[in-house]
């Protein structure tokens, strides 16, 4: 029985999103802005990286192909053979979101079919009584911040009054989402936990997403850095997803970096943690090599988006993406005959963009395996195609959502 993998480069879209202008991102393109940056000379950074975007991998499994056939144009600076050594398309998200929770709940077979709560760009952007309950619930003097901000920025600005007063940091951001900062010696790991499964209940009732464990280390400003040690706390899914119906059939679901989080651990047999897209990738050639015929792992590498998307650092992310496709290799060689390798994104996050949250656009979809169809499997009306696609090839029969694309 064949394996199947599941890898999302967190927020690596490819534009094209017919309904972009709906979420403010008409025009918004994460590859191909990045591509037409370097192209230019505005990617390089002394140490780091120089010239065009090179991912040579990548472009031979077709993700040049993908992005011309989203948004009509291939990425500056890509080159083509004839055709591609996988199967490639372009996919469309019908949720409405542009987050981490929706786009992987949809490829995993539950596309949403109502919104998220979201709170205002107010401040304070939380009710009253939220912030009251969260005070009386935690035993705490008080809150810091309670507004919309950038999650480095807010430790930044508010981590020495917060190790001063063990007042934690509570922020928001254009997704659904409530994010606690605290000192993992100062405030304490386990108490940070603890305040984030409280909250959790809290902001049931508004129909919010998830609410995020945001731990961090250093005695001040200059040394401030964000751990491995976050934590989601996420809504389930309200139906079913692949995960589900894999553990149902006495599968093994390796869930590396925030999956397990994501679905509320559910539809999980084995997590695996790692720090960083170097740390992800040894994670999952492990998870590969431990994963028996008819398992499947799953894994998001975050490194794009929380570090250099939201940060809108077109060098930072460039050099990331070169990184990864340098070790594409690695995951590639761990393929026995009949496996499947899916490479895909959960949305975008153009870091040429206004602003610095997540934008609306298709993602692409490379369908790698030894004997698997190559050249192009058309434009997917929703990231649920992908789910459809692993649930075929691992023998599960068709879920409600999704069409296969082999």
């Not at 508004?206 to 400003?221: C, D, H, Q, T, W």
């Amino acid at each position: 029985m064949a394996r199947a993998f599941l890898f999302v480069l967190d927020s690596v879209g490819i534009g094209g999103a017919e309904d972009a202008h709906e979420f403010g991102d008409e025009g918004s393109n994460t590859i191909g802005h990045i591509a037409s940056v370097c192209a230019s000379g505005g990617g390089d950074q002394d140490g780091l990286r120089n010239g065009p975007l090179k991912l040579p991998n990548l472009e031979k499994y077709g993700l040049g192909f993908a992005a011309e056939l989203a948004c009509g144009s291939a990425p500056t600076g890509f080159t083509f053979s004839e055709t591609a050594e996988a199967g490639w398309a372009a996919a469309k998200e019908v949720s409405r979101g542009k987050d981490t929770i929706t786009g992987h709940w949809e490829m995993a077979g539950v596309p949403l079919d109502k919104d998220w709560g979201y709170f205002p760009k107010t401040v304070p952007a939380f009710p009253d009584d939220l912030i009251d309950a969260i005070i009386k619930g935690g035993e705490l003097p008080g809150l810091l911040a309670c507004k919309h901000a950038s999650g480095t920025g807010v430790i930044d600005d508010y981590g020495d009054e917060h190790i001063q007063s063990g007042k934690p940091i509570v922020y928001t951001s254009t997704d659904s989402v409530l994010q606690i900062a605290a000192h993992e010696d100062f405030f304490g790991l386990e108490r940070l936990y603890k305040l984030c499964a409280l909250t959790r209940k809290l902001v049931d009732p508004l129909n919010i997403g998830r609410v995020i464990a945001r731990p961090f280390l250093g005695k001040s400003r200059d040394s401030f850095e964000r751990t491995a040690n976050r934590r989601d706390y996420s809504v389930p899914p309200p139906q079913p997803t692949l995960l589900d119906r894999l553990e149902d059939d006495d599968r093994s679901i390796f869930a590396v970096g925030k999956i397990a989080d994501i679905f509320a651990h559910r539809g999980v047999t084995d997590v695996r943690k790692a720090n960083g897209n170097d740390a992800m990738t040894d994670a999952t050639l492990q998870a590969m090599d431990d994963a028996s015929d008819g398992d499947f792992v799953f894994t998001n590498f975050v490194d794009f988006d929380q570090l250099y998307g939201h940060r809108r650092d077109v060098p930072g992310y460039a050099n990331c993406l070169e990184e990864f496709d340098k070790r594409l290799p690695e995951l590639l060689a761990k393929l026995r005959d009949g496996d499947m390798m899916i490479i895909t994104a959960d949305h975008g996050n153009d870091p040429t963009w206004t602003g610095t949250e997540h934008t609306r656009e298709q993602v692409p979809v490379l369908v790698i395996g030894p004997s698997l169809p190559t050249g192009n499997l058309g434009q997917r009306d929703t990231f649920a195609d992908i789910g459809a696609t692993v649930a075929k090839h691992l023998g599960l029969s068709s879920g409600p959502h999704g069409t296969s694309l082999i």
